[in-house]
DNA sequence: CGCAGTCATTTTTTT
DNA sequence: AATGACTGCG
């Protein structure tokens, strides 16, 4: 056992080899936590011979609970069945066992944000409401909010008069589908743990519970942790108040400022050694995150090189930025960096769309975590509707969405007719067979009539076809593929593409997970709505875009940090109070610390915001970064050499000193060293003086 | 009912 | 700029 320790520092010693009370780990950028977390697990199931399947250790995405997985059975050295999940997941589990006690179904549906907002637009409009005031993104995430404890549904009247009949409307349909939308399935899951008998059982049967990314969890997360573990405080959390980035999810601060107050005689460990970053890049971060108040206070250090100064791009547009990114990625890539280690980053999607052009512009290829999902293109999700529309006896949101789709002549008072039909009638099948008794129309009867047929032909071949041929043969019955030719012309044949991806997929998870008929296609449907954009990652050699959000967790050689504007990041809807202000530095924060070894920054003087360019003031951010760490990169002069190649290795061995301070000229950055010894040349960037050529001796080494 | 043309909205971040 | 919703005609 006692090597499961080598290679850990004190403090994450014993964090590992601590159980005596309530555990909180805090648990800085870079600071080996998830080595932590494996290795305590490994700890419980050799050493305290924790049975692994009654260890539950809870992340932040699907992917990360893989990766978790995947590295405590490289410790153990077998399978090791942790359950490692999400709450999302962990509560979909819950449920499926339980749904019953909380009046639902076992086999229920889950919404993801597109459905939902469907079925708010549609509910919106039959209360006829103004769809501008009552626009429904807004109104979903009110309802959200609301679910989430962070306000009550009347105190949002002095908003939306009407917010209170909406809500109930809209659980009220979700009900009858039998369906959960996210946030249920959190505030289901803890309604479940509320009843004694399933508290006591769960409680007892798990040995130990673990929780990452603890300053993401809201409330009703932190509720289901605590009631799986108050009795034996067998619990500890890792969390980092610094990157706190989903307050407007619900997530609470609080639930990591107040952690010993929730949890008597809690243990905090703080972890602040970093591994991950150079000096230079540390030190931005340091300085930029000690801006904000409301934190618990701590620094990072680190005994790595001080690294190349931090590169700042002022270009003169949105387009202009974009090729610097791509110019400056090449120059990388001809050095030898691995288009895996390079990772650009944006605050918003709709920047992504510039970058991706420059790239390809110069041939690299790369990679978008996030944005369009694959689950939420128009024609996969037209093809789940019908799947889910065989499958579930009612699903109203799924049946209305294929209705049409392909057009069949079914237009908007059909559609009025079926969903007064569908307030009654308890099923998809039996609602179309009523709506063609009362067609007039022979054209819109037959049509009806074909509908239900092919659905429950899709029903039938739920269990002789294989995944794929049964999605292909969804994709060719019901005529979408011809539908697809005549709407798309320009990319029918990527679209066409997708569905067959769909299919494979659908054949893999089958294979893996070896489910069959409709117990499968339950499991992949819940599975796919609660994926994850960093699930999308892929392995390849290609450069990776995506959100600082997305970021989260991950780290890379070389990021670019882009649109480093006013109004974009800090993002303009942030701007109005001070909280908003610190969640977008702690932002910035998570953004420079995914950076082992080169960080560039940029902003655009212009930027093409709906279609028209605007003006652009450069981020208080930056100010906030010591003007010695940064090194602005000028147009047109060649770009300066990179020093050596960029690898992950090299931050660890590098000896020579690469931060020195000068007595008139201050701290520098080392750009060359010529000779060795104390009557070394080094040549040096200082901040207020440019670049130095001074003998060793007069230099005090920094780092 | 479908279509073509017009209008309006989008861009905060996502399980 | 680009997508989707809406409108009025055939």
Redesign the pocket.
């Known amino acids: 056992m006692k090597e499961f320790l080598k290679g850990l520092n004190r403090e994450q010693a014993e964090a590992v080899l601590y159980f005596d009370s309530p555990l909180l780990i805090l648990a800085g950028a870079g600071s080996g936590k998830t080595r932590v977390i494996t290795y305590k697990i490994a700890y419980m199931i050799e050493e305290l011979k924790y049975k692994p399947e009654r260890i539950l250790a809870v992340t932040?995405?699907?992917k990360a609970a893989r990766e978790m997985k995947e590295r405590v059975e490289g410790l153990v050295g077998s399978s090791a069945p942790v359950i490692v999940s999400?709450?999302?997941s962990f509560c979909v589990r819950l449920l499926r066992a339980h749904s019953v006690r909380v009046g639902y179904q076992p086999n229920f549906l889950i919404l993801?944000?597109d459905d939902k907002k469907r079925l708010l637009r549609e509910i919106i409009?039959d209360m006829d409401l103004d769809?501008?005031l009552y626009?429904p993104?807004a109104i979903a995430?009110v309802i959200?909010n609301i679910k989430n404890g962070l306000y009550s549904a009347d105190s949002m009247t002095i908003y939306y008069d009407r917010i209170r009949e909406i809500f109930e409307a809209y659980n009220k349909r979700l009900k009858e589908n039998n369906a959960f939308d996210?946030d249920d399935l959190l505030i289901y899951g803890r309604e479940l743990l509320r009843d004694p008998e399933l508290q006591k059982r769960y409680s007892d049967f798990f040995q130990y519970v673990l929780i990452d990314e603890y300053q993401d969890t809201n409330r009703v997360q932190y509720e289901i942790a605590r009631a799986l573990t108050k009795e034996k405080g067998n619990i500890c959390v890792v969390g980092d108040e610094d990157q706190c980035?989903?307050t407007?999810?619900g997530a609470n601060i609080d639930n990591i400022l107040s952690f010993e107050k929730d949890f008597p005689d809690a243990k905090i460990i703080k972890l602040e050694k970093n591994y991950r970053c150079t000096k230079v890049i540390l030190d931005a971060a340091n300085a930029v995150i000690e801006n904000n108040k409301l934190r618990k206070g701590k620094k990072l250090y680190t005994d790595n090189p001080a690294g190349e100064p931090i590169r700042l791009y002022a270009a003169e547009s949105d387009i202009e930025e974009a090729n610097f990114v791509s110019k400056t990625v090449k120059q990388f890539l001809k050095k030898g960096v691995k288009p895996s280690e390079i990772a650009v980053f944006y605050?918003?999607?709709?920047q992504s769309r510039v970058i991706e052009d420059a790239l390809r512009k110069e041939g690299i290829s790369y990679q978008i975590v996030?944005g369009l999902k694959f689950y939420e293109r128009?024609e996969i999700k037209d093809i789940i509707a019908y799947l889910r529309v065989a499958l579930f006896e009612k699903d109203t949101i799924s049946l209305l969405r294929i209705l049409?789709v392909p057009?069949?002549?079914?237009?908007?008072?059909?559609e009025k007719k079926l969903k007064e039909i569908l307030e009654k009638e308890s099923s998809n099948i039996g609602a179309l067979k009523i709506l063609s008794s009362e067609l007039k129309m022979e054209k819109?009867k037959r049509a009806v009539e074909d509908l239900v047929g092919t659905i429950e032909e899709i029903r039938e071949k739920l269990h002789q076809l294989k995944p794929y041929d049964l999605i292909r043969f969804i994709v060719v019955s019901t005529g979408y593929e011809e539908y697809l030719r005549k709407e798309n012309p320009e990319d029918w044949e990527s679209r066409l593409e997708n569905t067959k991806e769909l299919g494979n997929t659908v054949q893999e998870f089958s294979e893996r997970e070896k489910l069959e008929g409709e117990e499968l296609y339950l499991e992949f449907l819940s599975t796919i709505t609660?994926s994850?954009?960093?699930d999308e990652i892929e392995e390849e050699e290609k450069v990776t875009l995506m959100?600082v959000?997305?970021s989260k967790g991950l780290e890379f050689p070389v990021v670019f940090i882009t649109g480093l504007e006013e109004g974009l990041f800090p993002?303009?809807?942030?701007l109005d109070t001070k909280e908003g202000i610190e969640e977008e530095r702690r932002l910035f924060y998570v953004a420079i610390t995914r950076a082992k070894r080169l960080l560039a920054l940029s902003y655009a003087k212009r930027r093409?915001?709906?279609?028209s360019y605007r003006d652009t003031r450069k981020s208080r951010f930056l100010e906030e970064i010591p003007p010695y760490l940064i090194k602005e990169v000028k147009k047109r002069e060649s770009q300066p050499a990179v020093t050596k190649e960029i690898s992950v290795k090299s931050v660890q061995k590098e000896k020579r000193p690469s931060l020195v301070f000068h007595k008139k000229f201050g701290k520098g950055v080392v750009r060359r060293i010529e000779g060795a010894g104390e009557n070394a040349k080094v040549t040096a960037f200082f901040a207020n003086y440019g670049e130095k050529t001074i003998v060793m001796k007069f230099l005090k080494v920094l780092g």
């Open positions: 932040f995405t699907n999400t709450f999302h993801d944000s409009r769809s501008e626009n993104s995430s959200s996210f980035i989903y407007w999810r605050r918003t999607n709709s996030g128009k049409n057009k069949r002549g079914l237009g908007s008072a059909v819109q609660l994850s954009d960093q959100t959000h997305a993002h303009i809807k942030s093409r915001t709906f279609g």
